[in-house]
């Protein structure tokens, strides 16, 4: 039950797990700023669809390394050898390779806007999963800081002009996601690698459709150690990412998710971006209603630790 989540070990970590995925995802702007030049592109709008393959390449092999390291390798080899379930991790790695994609193409396009207002409408609909598909139910405090958050999403709405099909496809692709895995069953580093594997046919395809193949040869060390930090750097917060969403409930977990776009704001201004008066009332609602999960999140943990006290 959400009204117990920090009564279990496994819940706790699931929140910590959720906050610091939200940072070192909120780190992945400044890093992509930085990606390899190359002079043409067969397609426009290469870039993005160069980088998020390279992003699936890196990723499945770093996961490989991972697994092998710690001695896991046989749990994704098991899971991979069941081919009567290969149409379920294909359809998993369906819905979240979009989010890859997106993450990486709409900010070099224009779009920054459309994936900001995805990433504020999907907590929301994530607490709407929680409490009519897993019954879920929330803390009055936590259902303040949800009608807080949905005025201050209503109102990006109100400012943004119509609804882009990439605020569509962020808001419910995930939630569908979300709700795959859990019915998959498998541990979250297991399953993120089977999604990088099963992706790969379309990312080497891309590669090599983007790029000539003497190009592909002929790159630098630098710029595949470049490939190697943007796996490392995107598979670490989705691995911790994937944990808390089987670890917490999923209107919980869901909340939580309003941590990425205020850190992502933050970093935003770091980077000398400009933020119009008119989004401001957005990100201090939003800010709110963090500030009130925080507030319930304390008065739960003394709540326990004076439980416990008494036993």
Request: aromatic share 14%.
């Amino acid at each position: 039950m959400l009204t117990r989540f920090l009564s279990s070990s496994e819940s706790t970590k699931g929140v910590v797990a959720s906050i610091i995925a939200s940072c070192l995802f909120a780190l992945m702007p400044i890093y992509v700023q930085f990606q390899p030049e190359f002079s043409h592109w067969s397609v426009e709008g290469g870039e993005g669809h160069w980088i998020a393959s390279q992003r699936v390449i890196w990723s499945a092999l770093f996961m490989m390394i991972v697994l092998s390291i710690s001695g896991r390798f046989l749990l994704f080899w098991r899971a991979f050898r069941q081919t009567h379930r290969w149409h379920r991790y294909l359809f998993s790695a369906l819905l979240v390779g979009p989010q890859y994609w997106i993450f990486v193409w709409a900010p070099l396009y224009g779009e920054t806007l459309s994936v900001a207002l995805g990433y504020f409408s999907l907590p929301l609909v994530l607490v709407l999963v929680g409490r009519f598909v897993y019954g879920d139910q929330l803390s009055p405090l936590q259902t303040v800081a949800c009608i807080v958050a949905a005025v201050g999403v209503a109102y990006a709405y109100m400012m943004a002009d119509g609804l882009s099909w990439i605020v569509l496809l962020i808001a419910l692709g995930y939630p569908v996601y979300f709700v795959h895995r859990r019915s998959l069953n498998i541990q979250s580093d297991v399953g993120f690698t089977l999604d990088n594997v099963f992706l790969l046919p379309f990312a080497l395809s891309a590669v090599f459709y983007l790029q000539p193949l003497d190009v592909i040869r002929n790159l630098d060390l630098s710029v595949m150690g470049y490939y190697i930090g943007l796996a490392i750097t995107g598979s670490v917060p989705m691995l911790l990412f994937l944990f808390a969403s089987q670890s917490l409930s999923m209107s919980l977990f869901g909340l939580l998710g309003y941590v990425e776009p205020v850190l992502v704001f933050v970093v935003g201004l770091l980077l000398g971006e400009r933020v119009a008066t008119a989004d401001l009332p957005t990100y201090l609602l939003v800010m709110a209603a963090l500030m009130i999960l925080a507030i319930d999140g304390v008065r739960r943990a003394r709540s326990h630790g004076m439980v416990k006290a008494k036993r």
